[in-house]
T-cell receptor
């Protein structure tokens, strides 16, 4: 089955700096890569996604890049704010199933 | 529109007891999923259903069963709970099972003693 590795497991950044989270996947047939944000005690919520026919996608301060050859994708958050503090999960979709990374806890220091 | 709801919000259960976690969506989504979330392990798929009347096993199905009698409901049953099933359980749904966005319910925190 699909294996998704996510790094780092924790990330602390100064407010206003950028944060980058990286994920790798094992199945070359994976074709959809969503990112979820989960605040403490809340449900995971989709923040951005990318499909295998696109190399980069941006939505305001967040962007995702995909390198299909290397089988890795990354989340970039620019100009971080305190409300960006949360756990972020990457995922890779193959067939019917989403496989999730273990998560990255992002802390934005004021 | 409620979206996707789960019940109960939390539950403490004695080992060996039977428990059903409920999940209902009003978005007429075809596909539904059950995940468990444990610290450091992310979200792991327990069971899924691509459409009403069909179900399949995910990554960690042992000790759990599901049914999908209609489009809206997807209950998860623990026939005889064990402490290792202590977790937060999330139900999710998507329009189809082919690369569509999955929307998550609020979760059920289950503790098995």
């Amino acid at each position: 089955g699909e294996n998704v590795e996510q790094h780092p497991s924790t990330l602390s950044v100064q407010e206003g700096d950028s944060a980058v989270i990286k994920c790798t996947y094992s199945d070359s047939a994976s074709n959809y890569f969503p990112w979820y944000k989960q605040e403490l005690g809340k449900r995971p919520q989709l923040i951005i996604d990318i499909r295998s026919n696109v190399g980069e996608k941006k939505d305001q301060r967040i962007a995702v890049t995909l390198n299909k050859t290397a089988k890795h994708f990354s989340l970039h958050i620019t100009e971080t704010q305190p409300e960006d503090s949360a756990v972020y999960f990457c995922a890779a979709y193959m067939g019917y199933k989403l496989s999730f990374g273990a998560g990255t806890t992002v802390t934005v220091r004021a | 529109i409620a979206g996707i709801t789960q019940a109960p919000t939390s539950q403490i259960l004695a080992a060996g007891r039977r428990m059903t976690l409920r999940c209902t969506q009003d978005m007429r989504h075809n596909a539904m999923y059950w995940y468990r979330q444990d610290l450091g392990l992310g979200l792991r798929l327990i069971h899924y259903s691509n459409t009403a009347g069909t179900t399949g096993k995910g990554e960690v199905p042992d000790g759990y069963s599901v049914s999908r009698a209609n489009t809206d409901d997807f209950p998860l049953t623990l026939a005889s709970a064990v402490p290792s099933q202590t977790s937060v359980y999330f139900c999710a749904s998507s329009d189809s099972s082919v690369g569509d966005t999955q929307y998550f319910g609020p979760g059920t925190r289950l503790t098995v003693l």
